[in-house]
């Protein structure tokens, strides 16, 4: 412990003699507020290369339940490399560096946390995939080497930081400042600026500007989201069903496809278990087969357990924080299975139901006989506010009222109504 220490503050000794008199026009801020994903690293990265280009510092505050390992990489690698400070900074009160977060947070030039913030719990998730014990031991020792790596390169390594991997352990900011972890503790972004004018050597007076996404990263940010990724998904099928049942519609397929185009990214960048998403299209087929196919409810309830299993098994991998809701997982089966039941019941009643167009719809209707017409003569007739030519089954007197009871090609078959 004692050597961890001592390097730690030989450290920081060279990095203040370094970057002592190094002065910023301003100080950026990004906020990784939220899932770390290739949007969310696009973002960072851009607000990183602007402070780039104007020689001033970044600030990074984070607030995430963590996210993809290979994104981390990629942000992790960039910050390490970056030719301005970066700080940092777990903020505000009641904020978290879980998981991925914590390597972010060790990787900044300058480490602190917010009072009532924690970090840890680092251990590496298999995403849609269930590894083995011994890849999962390749992948846990490869964490742990990443991590000790870029806590070594900052001069915070503590062997503590293995376990926050292996046990997944989380400790809160004053547990993380004792064991060297952080550099310190502020309240806010004054209390900040005032630390970091001692340790960097800038003006207490700097202001910060805070970089918000653009409308395409704010955009993608939303749409790799889990719970939109499944919405859409499941409009998308919507769509595409309704289209099938009513060929023609165009508005429901073009609306179906877009938004399965969209789930489909959703699902790329975030972690995904394929057999949800397998049984969440077998309960689409099925739905759909329940409208093509009367099998008395057995295919809409197959549909019904299928799509419910799916859901909850689409994102099992992915932190509590950011799966769907089990309300709205149960809101959406209980609409999915309405829909279709009413679709279903709404055509097996329009089978039984009698034709109403054509001349089919026409056997049943009463008109009015418009002149006489002899058994088995044709005559004019009045019949749903058309003339039609009618053979006479039996003798009928002008003015009768008259029944069609038949169709033969262009005629009517009619007789006296009772």
């Keep these: 412990m004692v050597y961890w220490k001592l390097k730690r503050a030989l450290f920081l000794a060279l990095s ?75 903020a505000p009160t009641g904020a978290r560096a879980a998981s991925a977060g914590l390597f972010v947070l060790e990787a900044g030039t300058v480490a602190a946390m917010a009072p009532g913030t924690h970090a840890g719990a680092a251990h590496p998730v298999s995403f849609g995939q269930k590894l083995g014990k011994t890849m999962q031991e390749k992948v846990t020792n490869d964490a742990v080497a990443f991590l000790k790596n870029i806590a070594s390169q900052r001069g915070r390594y503590n062997p503590f930081l293995d376990k926050m991997v ?48 653009n409308f395409k990263e704010k955009f993608l940010l939303v749409l790799s989201h889990p719970t939109v990724a499944y919405l859409m998904l499941v409009l998308g099928f919507y769509g595409l069903i309704f289209e099938l049942s009513n060929p023609g519609l165009i508005f429901p397929g073009i609306v179906g496809f877009l938004m399965i185009v969209l789930g489909f990214y959703s699902l790329h960048v975030l972690p995904l278990n394929y057999a949800g998403f397998a049984l969440i299209v077998f309960a689409f087929i099925l739905f759909l087969l329940e409208v093509k196919v009367q099998s008395h409810g057995l295919l809409g309830f197959g549909g019904i357990a299928s799509f419910l299993l799916g859901s909850i098994m689409l994102f099992d991998k992915v932190p509590d924080t950011m799966k769907p809701g089990g309300a709205l997982i149960l809101a959406v089966t209980v609409v999915t299975a309405l829909f279709f039941l009413v679709i279903v019941a709404a055509g097996l009643k329009a089978l039984k139901r009698p034709p109403v167009s054509g001349a089919e719809g026409l056997i049943g209707e009463v008109g009015t006989a418009k002149e006489d017409i002899p058994e088995g003569k044709v005559g004019w007739v009045f019949v749903h506010g058309e003339r039609w030519k009618a053979e006479a089954l039996e003798d009928i007197k002008r003015g009768d009222e008259v029944e069609v009871v038949g169709v033969k090609g262009l005629r009517i078959q009619v007789r006296r109504k009772e």
């Excluded at 001033?56 to 984070?62: T, V």
């Excluded at 064991?179 to 700097?206: P, V």
């Design 16 to 90: 203040f003699l370094l970057i002592d008199s190094v002065a910023f026009s301003a100080i950026y801020v990004a906020k990784i507020n939220g899932v770390i994903n290739p949007p969310m690293v696009s973002y960072v990265l851009r607000v990183l290369n602007k402070a780039e280009r104007e020689g001033s510092l970044l600030l990074i505050e984070i607030d995430t339940p963590g996210g993809l390992l290979e994104s981390t990489r990629v942000l992790v690698k960039r910050i390490l490399n970056s030719k301005v400070p970066v700080v940092t900074y777990v």
């Design 166 to 213: 292996r046990e997944s352990k989380s400790l809160t900011e004053k547990e993380m400042l004792k064991k060297g972890l952080i550099d310190f503790i502020a309240k806010d972004r004054s209390e900040l600026l005032a630390k970091l004018s001692k340790r960097l050597g800038i003006s207490k007076n700097e202001t910060f500007i805070l970089v918000e996404p």
